[in-house]
């Protein structure tokens, strides 16, 4: 009989779910030709690894990925659409070399993901340093006003640029009537 509990499946369960939820939503935005569906395939996979990060004991950062990736972002890149001209381009069939770049991407990707998966499995880790914080909002919070304030200062400057492109884009998109 085996002697794991149902907790644990349980918990495998979420982890696939998860995982499923990630990797389909990111799937969805690369592989569709419509704007909308790759933004909710956005939107899926950005909810997909909050919960990958709240699996992890990671409430603060599943709570902001919600936040800042599906709240701000995927917002603004739905805004932006609003504003852009309604009529879409007829899609042209896929050439020969549309398909040819395509397989070379799907192999690239595939022998990095392989390559990172046996580094990781296979590979020397050295032990953890004694200093290990509890990944709570306090130690985030100092984290971040002290060891990384530059990189989040850019971080928020690259998104505040990123949304004045996007709406700048979306505004010359349409006609000036």
């Not at 956005?42 to 990060?53: D, E, P, V």
């Not at 852009?84 to 070379?104: F, N, Q």
Request: aromatic share 8%; hydrophobic share 55%; glycine share 8%.
């Amino acid at each position: 009989m085996n002697s794991f509990p149902i907790s644990d499946y349980l918990a495998v369960a979420i982890f696939v779910f998860c995982l499923a939820a990630t990797v389909g939503g990111a799937l969805l935005a690369v592989l569709t030709a419509r704007i909308i569906r790759s933004v909710c395939g956005l939107m899926i996979c950005c909810i997909g690894l909050a919960g990958l990060y709240y699996f992890l004991h990671s409430p603060f950062l599943a709570l902001m990925e919600i936040l800042i990736y599906v709240g701000a972002v995927c917002v603004t890149i739905v805004f932006a659409v609003m504003l852009a001209e309604p009529d879409e381009p007829a899609r042209e069939e896929r050439s020969g070399a549309a398909i040819l770049w395509g397989t070379v991407a799907l192999t690239v990707g595939a022998a990095i993901c392989w390559g990172l998966s046996r580094l990781s499995l296979q590979g020397q880790w050295t032990a953890p340093a004694a200093k290990v914080t509890d990944g709570s909002v306090k130690a985030i919070g100092v984290s971040l006003l002290t060891t990384y304030s530059m990189a989040f200062e850019l971080i928020s400057l690259v998104l505040l640029v990123a949304i004045i492109g996007a709406l700048v884009i979306a505004r010359t998109g349409r006609s000036k009537a």
